[in-house]
């Protein structure tokens, strides 16, 4: 378990390199010693002070146990010699064993629920954005993805509820990892945000590139002065989808009719429209209503939030987000009741 | 249906052909019938695509007796594969392979859906072309109605002209009662709860592209195929949208700076 250069492998290493936890980025200790980043998780972890601390992930030596003390110093005497993992070992067997398997799955499942928000910081971001570089988060198992990397993702921000998923960028849609080994893996880890704010965060990997071309600098990103809508390059929106990446049943040869029974029903699901200004609703809104306030249309708050409005007579104008409970829902809803 | 309970097969032992469908890697294939193989007229056209043409059936048919070298036994091998492949093409959409592709079907011999919407919805066989050593098989989800790559590399690498490109539609020509509910479940990308502008916006376009077929098929009095379809659209909900920032990079603040 101790790496080859005999520095003792911290709890965290260890828990990213087991089989199965690939997709994990390595939280700093920096994030986890920062206790404003841990706020609300002490009630959602059993024996969080343990799991946190005593040997685990942050490997921080209990201050009250003289004799375990002493052992840490031979043991720092060990590690020099480059037998790691004693020190870890011999505070374990001091527990009762029943005891630290429960501060082992409380130390996973922390570790898992500061993950979901170390990845949506900077420096957890980033290195996410390292591992996607890298394409260790697999490629989209639909063929006319063609490929395209994926990002881990969570339906669910609550453990225990769903497993993790993977969000393909180039057709906006979530598939099952295809290893099993995967299908163990919580889902509220990864969380349900970062996949899209990767993408609000990295806007100019250029979605469109493959294979090798990912791997050159130059091309895997977007330069200069491509056209935007909605907030993203317009050739980043979902490049996958739309003509020519849709499929077309056939028997012998000729399509089969939508008038049939078993003629296709879902191509919406894959269609993007060929002029994707289509999809630029402030603008057709205005052109329809040309009378219509300023205020009907998308407004953009602090550089980023769009409060939407439909026309007037919309009944679903006021309508409020009811699906999260997350602390965000209500700002938003507050800030748009001022507008 | 047809019954099929009794059939001839047990009266023969299958050598060859046991051995290819038992073997790793070709899960997708069911096993031709010895009396669809023996009949030339199923064969025609074939004898120009394979090299070594009756030796290679020769050997499928367990009547192979000529004695040759490892190197011609292996050329007369890959030949036999091939032979089946394409003849396995042609036997599915007959009325007994479909019922044995639709037993395969049931089992999820071929998988299931990797789509996450689709709840593990059982997949099918198809090559993107019917001739042979241009594409690999892909597979087939009836529910979206997509296509996706085998997750193992031995099956990655099957010809999908041994499937073709029609079987997957008409298995359920033949047996419209297999056709799955389709369903407008769907992902849509949030952060901290809020719909993603770009995405959210290209969701409603699709929404109302679906809402026309609906509309159109309505009219023509076809089944839409979604199940309770009584119109009503079901996936608007909240007006707070992110959006990125056009043009320039943003860190959009992992503290979920929205004020
Ligand atoms: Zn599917």
């Known amino acids: 378990m101790s790496s080859s250069s005999g520095v003792p492998e911290s709890w965290i290493s260890s828990f990213c390199s087991l089989i199965g936890h690939e997709y994990f980025a390595e939280v700093s200790e920096e994030f986890i010693e920062d206790d404003f980043n841990l706020t609300g998780l002490q009630t959602q972890v059993a024996m969080y002070k343990e799991a946190l601390e005593v040997g685990m992930i942050l490997d921080v030596e209990p201050e009250d146990d003289e004799e375990e003390e002493e052992e840490e110093e031979e043991d720092e005497d060990q590690s020099a010699l480059g037998d790691a993992l004693t020190a870890r070992e011999r505070r374990h067997h001091s527990r009762m064993a029943s005891d630290l398997s429960v501060i082992e799955s409380s130390a996973e499942m922390l570790y898992g629920l500061i993950h979901q928000r170390f990845i949506c910081s900077r420096a957890g971001i980033q290195q996410m954005s390292e591992k996607y570089e890298l394409g260790h988060f697999g490629a989209c198992p639909r063929t006319n993805c063609e490929q395209a990397r994926t990002l881990p993702v969570g339906l669910s921000d609550i453990p225990g509820e769903d497993t993790v998923k ?174 | 249906m047809e019954d099929f309970a009794s059939e001839s097969d047990s009266d023969y032992t299958s050598y060859w052909r046991d051995w290819f469908i038992s073997s790793r890697g070709n899960e997708y294939f069911c096993e031709i019938d010895e009396d669809y193989l023996t009949d030339r007229f199923n064969l025609t056209g074939l004898n120009t695509e394979v090299q070594y043409y009756q030796y290679a059936l020769d050997l499928v048919t367990d009547v192979f007796d000529l004695d040759c070298d490892d190197e011609m036994r292996e050329t007369i091998e890959k030949s036999a594969r091939h032979l089946y492949g394409l003849v396995h093409a042609r036997y599915i959409v007959t009325t007994r392979g479909l019922a044995k592709m639709l037993d395969k079907y049931k089992k999820a011999d071929f998988g299931k859906c990797p789509r996450v919407m689709c709840h593990s919805h059982p997949l099918l066989p198809m090559g993107l072309s019917d001739i042979p050593n241009l594409k690999p098989v892909k597979l087939y989800c009836a529910r979206c109605e997509d296509i996706y790559n085998p997750k193992s590399s031995r099956h990655a690498a099957i010809d999908g002209a041994y499937f073709g490109t029609s079987f997957h539609n008409i298995i359920f020509q033949v047996y419209p009662a297999l056709i799955p509910a389709k369903s407008t479940e769907r992902y849509v990308p949030r952060v901290y709860g809020f719909k993603v502008h770009a995405a959210a916006a290209l969701v409603r376009w699709q929404s109302a592209k679906r809402d026309d077929m609906r509309r159109r098929l309505r009219k023509l009095d076809v089944d839409t195929g979604f199940r309770g379809d009584d119109g009503v659209e079901d996936d608007e909900e909240g007006d707070v949208e992110f959006e990125g920032v056009d043009g320039g990079r943003m860190i959009a603040g992992a503290d979920g700076n929205i004020r």
């Not at chain 1, 056939?250 to 999809?279: C, H, T």
């Open chain 1, 166 to 339: 993977l969000f393909c960028p180039s057709c906006l849609d979530v598939y099952v990892p295809p290893n099993s080994r995967f299908q163990t893996v919580d889902g509220a880890f990864f969380g349900r945000t970062f996949g899209a704010l990767f993408l609000l965060t990295f806007p100019d990997y250029d979605l469109t590139r493959r294979g090798s071309e990912v791997l050159s600098g130059t091309l895997s990103r977007i330069s200069g002065n491509e056209p935007t809508l909605n907030g993203f390059f317009e050739k980043n929106i979902a490049p996958n989808l739309g003509t020519g990446h849709i499929y077309e049943p056939k028997i012998y040869g000729f399509r089969v009719s939508e008038r049939a029974r078993s003629g296709p029903r879902m191509q919406w699901l894959r269609e993007r429209p060929s002029n994707i200004r289509d999809l630029d609703e402030a603008r057709l809104y205005a052109e329809q209503n040309p009378d219509s306030e300023e205020d009907d249309e998308s407004m953009n708050v602090n550089g980023r939030v769009v409060v939407r409005r439909r026309g007037p007579g919309s009944a679903r104008l006021r309508q409020r987000q009811t699906q999260n409970g997350s602390p965000m829902a209500l700002s938003a809803n507050g800030a748009e009741s001022e507008l």
